[in-house]
């Protein structure tokens, strides 16, 4: 009886976090480069949740790479889907997802993210964006043709229309040297 008593203490505290019970599901989201599937991955290690990245769950659904999917079927159809992946995926209790760069800012899905748990922002500069994505856009659609300064200015366009929704998010992060760990310490709110 004593015994038993004392193990469940040790179990309990070894099991106390601060975050809220109900954090549900963590949300990355930020345009496309901002380091949302790496930083994902490594904020899923250390809370030890599960990872999902969405558009790969988009391109496990059709057996087609995103590049692909909007060649053949065209960026409206593509935004549907991807509002159905986000809205259909039986999620795990604990899970980091990232998601695409464009998702928040079509149909309700900014509502549905921030009622079915916690969203953060990882911001970062037009410049900074276009830094990263320069060498790794080929496998992006909507940034292929887009090079050097007039990149830059693509990026800079297309996140002064996104930011109102980005802005939405629970949390909003400064993705410059963002780490697993600030990103944790900004959770436990
Ligand atoms: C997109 C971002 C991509 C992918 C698609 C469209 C966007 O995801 O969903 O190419 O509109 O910003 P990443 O942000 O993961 O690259």
């Not at 975050?19 to 380091?35: S, V």
């Amino acid at each position: 009886m004593i015994l038993s008593f004392v193990i469940k203490i040790n179990v309990s505290e070894s099991n106390i976090k601060s975050y809220p019970d109900d954090l549900g599901i963590i949300f990355l989201i930020g345009f496309m480069g901002c380091g949302k599937t790496t930083l994902g991955r490594k904020l899923a290690n250390r809370l030890g949740y599960d990872f999902m990245d969405l558009d790969h769950l988009v391109e496990a659904r059709e057996g087609m790479a995103i590049a692909a999917y909007f060649a053949k079927h065209g960026e409206a159809a593509f935004r549907e889907l991807e509002s159905a992946v986000l809205k259909q995926t039986a999620y795990p209790e604990n899970v980091v997802v990232s998601t695409g760069g464009g998702l928040p800012c079509f149909f309700d899905n900014m509502d549905w993210m921030n009622a079915h748990g916690k969203t953060i922002y990882i911001k970062l500069s037009p410049k900074t964006l276009a830094d990263r994505l320069e060498k790794e856009k080929e496998h992006r659609p909507l940034l292929r043709e887009h090079h050097g300064e007039a990149l830059v200015t693509f990026i800079a366009d297309k996140l002064t229309e996104r930011e109102p929704f980005y802005c939405r998010a629970n949390i909003i992060a400064d993705g410059l040297s963002l780490t697993a760990e600030k990103v944790e310490a900004l959770l436990q709110v």
